[in-house]
């Protein structure tokens, strides 16, 4: 009884420290950190709370920084992680809605340079939202995802978990090295955006899928630098990859691998008759964290034994 | 004889008046009310107050005001001037090519706007900034419509029915070229044209409304002020001739005034369809077809609509947004059959 009491007065005096403890807490000064963004723009917000994030790999980035309970709002094009289908959506990943992100009262915008016009950035800031403008998502590969790790850590002001996040993907990479020099093949890659069996693009070197087949030990079977370019039966068969790989999406809609054999001419390359057609993430257009796994998952599929 | 058309006619354009300038001003106030970010008619009127030194009747926001002043107020205004424009002009094509069919885009306006936009975005001009795009686009309709009219002048007159077609194949030709363009652009191009294509008016600033407002004054104004002529040339051309138009220059006159306003406003917005084609018939249909009517009320009305359907555009995936061209099209094409199969019905037994 004595106990109990003696307890209750205890709690008693805490909860009178209590107003005291978080005051002092509110009034130690958070200091921002500027961070400047690709467009020379700096911006200097104090640990965001609400953020607007344009662009799935850097959702991703947030998320495993562990800050993904302050992404309020996000363009359509993410798919992960799951929690994502509760957070609102801003529209297009290429082109948000500018009243829409402002509506979310947001402390801070974040952003691919390629998933913010600069009139949308100029429009938000006219409303006083810092909008900070990342580096383009597919721009210099795994170095390019590097510095927008630190970026997106500075501005949070945790230095050490993007540190960590990158020595992972360091040390993820260079296992999937070791694995790559064992094989000395380097199988040639092409990759089909499909949206229906009728038609397909080709995507060129400047993008994520490019990062990504470079990553697993292949090379792109497609040649041409920039862009997309529509898949014909003669260009299936010049680039005659070893293996076709497709978004997850895609294999679904063109039918499956059976689908893929029928489009024009991959019947004809060593991918159609090996049937070495592979899904990959759908979100791979944006070079975001999860790519090491992406790419040693690729190179186990290129690489395993085929079925009798 | 003074009044002596004045009792019906005179009826009709105050009737319409009396509808569409309250019409205009309640789309404005709806529109600066609504969207993502929500304000009330009050604060809407305090933000303003404040503007010109006036007391605030109700609390509002910083950011509220931010959002007012730096987007929604533009972008309405934005609304109203290229509703305007593409209406109005709709209104003096339709009486100029005796076709009920003309809308601007039939004179090449958005075709030739369209071929020059994929030509900056594919070989990544960008000598004019942030103003290349509508400066290219003000250009390419100028250029198509300069061509289409000039190929359809013969013997120092411009041949109405050759126009319609001339148009038309330029048109043809201008679909080609963006298509030929669009084969050619990277993926972040294409995805610039695909909404330049659909039309938007999101990205309003008070930069591109005070560029845009001029021109489409001038339109507006200088349409209104053609009313007569353009009532005489529904006579026909040697009539109107007879009764001293001065046919040849109200038609280049009309024509440059098109250009001026319709690709101005294609310029800022991309292609927003149907206005042009719809605005004109909804007032004729029931105000009839005198000019001095039709081209002020439906200068009113095509804003209105255009101010309305930026409404819907805006609000009905909150937070995200639809391409307005989208809207205008979805509405105003199944409404527009709705009136037509109406009308039939009613004229015959």
Request: proline fraction near 4%.
């Given at each position: 009884m004595a106990l109990a009491r003696s307890g209750v007065a205890v709690m008693q005096k805490l909860a009178m420290l209590l107003p005291l403890v978080s005051a002092v807490l509110m009034s130690s000064p958070v200091r921002a950190e500027p961070v400047k963004g690709i467009d020379g723009r700096t911006v200097e917000v104090a640990v965001p709370k609400r953020v607007v994030a344009v662009n799935s790999a850097l959702v991703e980035i947030l998320f495993a920084l562990g800050k993904g309970d302050t992404v309020v709002g996000t363009d359509v094009a993410g798919t992960y992680p799951p929690a994502l289908e509760k957070i609102a959506k801003v529209g297009h990943p290429y082109h948000p809605s500018v009243e829409g992100i402002i509506s979310l009262t947001p402390d801070v915008v974040v952003a691919s340079e390629e998933n913010m016009p600069s009139a949308t950035a100029e429009q938000l800031r006219s409303a006083k939202l810092p909008v900070l403008v990342l580096e383009n998502?597919?721009?210099?590969?795994v170095e390019g995802l590097k510095r927008r790790i630190s970026q997106l850590a500075r501005l949070y002001q945790v230095p050490e978990a993007g540190q960590r996040m990158i020595q992972d993907i360091d040390t993820r990479l260079g296992a999937l090295q070791k694995k790559i020099a064992a094989v000395k093949k380097k199988p040639r890659i092409l990759f089909l955006y499909a949206h229906g069996p009728g038609e397909a693009f080709v995507y060129g070197r400047d993008t994520g899928v490019h990062v990504l087949i470079e990553l697993a030990g292949g090379q792109n079977?497609?040649?041409?630098?920039t862009g997309t370019k529509v898949l014909t039966a003669e260009g299936m068969v010049q680039a005659s990859p070893d293996a076709i790989i497709l978004l997850h999406r895609g294999l679904k809609a063109v039918g499956g691998p059976e689908g893929v054999l029928k489009?024009?001419?991959?019947?004809?390359t060593p991918a159609g008759q090996q049937r070495k057609i592979f899904a990959v993430d759908d979100t791979i257009r944006w070079v975001g964290p999860r790519f090491p796994q992406f790419a040693d998952t690729l190179f186990n599929d290129l690489h395993a034994t085929p079925r009798p | 004889m003074p009044g002596f058309h004045a009792p019906a006619f005179w009826g009709r354009r105050t009737r319409g008046l009396l509808v569409l300038v309250p019409l205009l001003l309640a789309c404005v106030i709806a529109s600066l009310g609504t969207g993502a970010v929500s304000i009330s008619p009050t604060q809407v009127i305090s933000i303003l107050f404040e503007q010109v030194g006036l007391p605030r009747l109700t609390d509002f926001t910083p950011q509220q005001a931010a959002v007012l002043q730096a987007i929604r107020l533009p972008r309405v205004c934005m609304g109203v001037l290229v509703g305007a424009a593409l209406a109005v002009a709709g209104a003096a094509l339709q009486g100029l090519l005796r076709n009920p069919l003309a809308d601007p885009g039939l004179l090449g306006v958005s075709g030739g706007a369209s071929v020059a936009v994929a030509a900056v975005t594919v070989f990544n001009?960008?000598?004019?900034?942030?103003f290349t795009v509508p400066v290219a686009a003000f250009l390419g309709s100028l250029m198509a419509i300069l061509v289409v009219s000039s190929l359809a002048h013969e013997n120092g007159r411009t041949n109405v029915a050759m126009m319609l077609l001339c148009g038309i194949a330029i048109n043809a030709l201008c679909v080609s070229c963006t298509g030929l363009f669009t084969y050619l652009s990277t993926d972040d191009q294409l995805r610039i044209l695909a909404f330049w294509q659909l039309g938007?008016?999101?990205?309003?600033?008070w930069t591109s409304v005070s560029a845009l407002a001029p021109l489409v004054l001038v339109c507006v104004v200088g349409m209104t002020w053609l009313a007569n002529p353009l009532n005489a040339l529904l006579l026909g051309e040697s009539n109107a001739r007879h009764l001293g138009i001065p046919v040849e220059r109200l038609k280049w006159t009309i024509i440059s005034l098109v250009a001026l306003g319709v690709g101005a406003a294609v310029a800022v917005s991309g292609m927003i369809g149907f206005i042009g084609l719809m605005v004109p018939h909804l007032v004729r249909l029931s105000l009839g077809s005198n000019h001095r009517a039709l081209l002020p009320l439906s200068t009113l009305l095509g804003a209105s609509l255009l101010v309305l359907s930026d409404l819907v555009a805006r609000t009905v995936v909150i937070p995200s947004e639809l391409p307005i061209g989208i809207v205008t099209s979805l509405a105003g094409a199944p409404f527009f059959l709705y009136l037509l199969l109406r009308q039939r019905r009613l004229h015959t037994p």
């Open positions: 998502s597919s721009k210099d590969g079977a497609a040649d041409f630098t489009m024009p001419g991959v019947a004809l | 001009l960008r000598v004019l900034g942030t938007s008016l999101a990205g309003a600033t």
